[in-house]
């Protein structure tokens, strides 16, 4: 009963995370993590957990996303769902030592990117790089980040976002969610068939999810910029120095 009680209320937070920015993943893998699933079987199941709670969310933000044009949507979901694919596989061969040393490396650097973009945006502008709005190679990138460790997706999605000069936070709220239904298709799939997911832990928190998406995507129209942004680097940093200290 004391799992089931974890398990439900770490979906439902990581539906609302999610919804509002990112890194509902910090709750579902850590959870999967105390109840005795080892760190690849528990990030394979965390990742088929959060799966609807995208959708719902995105439904919640339908609007935003719809002021993106179609061209746009269509090729970034191709690039999503390849570079998911490509991910999974690679968490696929890879062992759960290699998968525990590599994470917290990926999340403090996704924090940091989103914590410092105005920052990033203009020294882009000063210099000759340059941040493609809808570019292929950067999101293809973090679409392998997603496939292999779903944690701090929704971070590094929205860091990507801000490089692309993106200025609303609802609309890369809402692109975000959508982009994360995506790759978390493809790398679900492919758990699936390599069966690696427990499907009863994953069926609780998922149920969950989908509710904390509905609720997230309204609070984000109420919560202030500044709120949902500090949440972000709190949720960041706080799991940075977890993963660290499991290392």
Same mark, same amino acid.
């Given at each position: ?5 974890? %398990? ?9 995370? &999610? ?5 509902? #993943? ?5 959870? !999967? ?11 394979? #199941? ?13 439904? $919640?933000?339908?609007? @935003? ?7 746009? %949507? ?12 490509? $991910? ?7 062992? &759960? @030592?290699? =998968?525990?040393?590599?994470?917290? =490396? !990926?999340?403090?650097?996704? #924090?940091?990117? =989103? ?8 020294a882009l502008r000063d210099s000759?790089?340059?941040?493609t709005p809808y570019g292929s190679?950067?999101? =293809? ?15 590094v999605l929205l860091a990507l ?8 936070? &609802?609309? *890369?709220?809402? %692109?975000? &969610? ?14 699936? !068939?390599?069966?690696?997911? @427990?499907?009863? @832990? /994953? ?5 969950? +999810?989908?509710?904390? $998406?509905?609720?997230? /995507? ?11 942004? $500090?949440?972000?680097? +709190? ?11 499991? *290392?």
């Amino acid at each position: 009963m004391t799992d089931f009680i974890l %398990l439900i209320l770490a979906g439902l937070g990581a539906g609302i995370i &999610n919804a509002l920015a990112g890194g509902g #993943t910090f709750l579902t893998f850590p959870a !999967l993590v105390f109840i005795g699933l080892p760190p690849v079987v528990a990030n394979a #199941t965390s990742a088929v957990a959060v799966f609807p709670g995208y959708l719902a969310a995105a439904a $919640g933000f339908r609007a @935003e996303i719809g002021a993106i044009k179609r061209h746009d %949507l269509i090729k970034a979901s191709v690039v999503a769902l390849a570079g998911g694919l490509a $991910g999974a596989g690679l968490l696929l061969v890879s062992s &759960n @030592e290699v =998968f525990s040393l590599v994470v917290p =490396f !990926l999340l403090l650097i996704a #924090t940091v990117i =989103f914590a410092f973009q105005k920052q990033i945006q203009v020294a882009l502008r000063d210099s000759r790089l340059k941040a493609t709005p809808y570019g292929s190679v950067g999101l =293809f990138l973090v679409s392998v980040y997603g496939g292999y460790f779903n944690g701090g997706l929704g971070i590094v999605l929205l860091a990507l976002f801000a490089l692309w000069g993106m200025q609303s936070l &609802n609309q *890369m709220n809402g %692109l975000k &969610n959508a982009m994360s239904f995506v790759i978390s298709a493809i790398s679900v799939a492919a758990f699936a !068939l390599a069966g690696i997911v @427990e499907w009863r @832990e /994953a069926a609780i928190m998922a149920v969950a +999810a989908v509710a904390g $998406g509905f609720i997230g /995507a309204k609070l984000a129209r109420i919560l202030p910029d500044i709120v949902i942004r $500090g949440g972000i680097i +709190a949720i960041g940093l706080s799991m940075s120095v977890v993963f660290f200290a499991r *290392m």
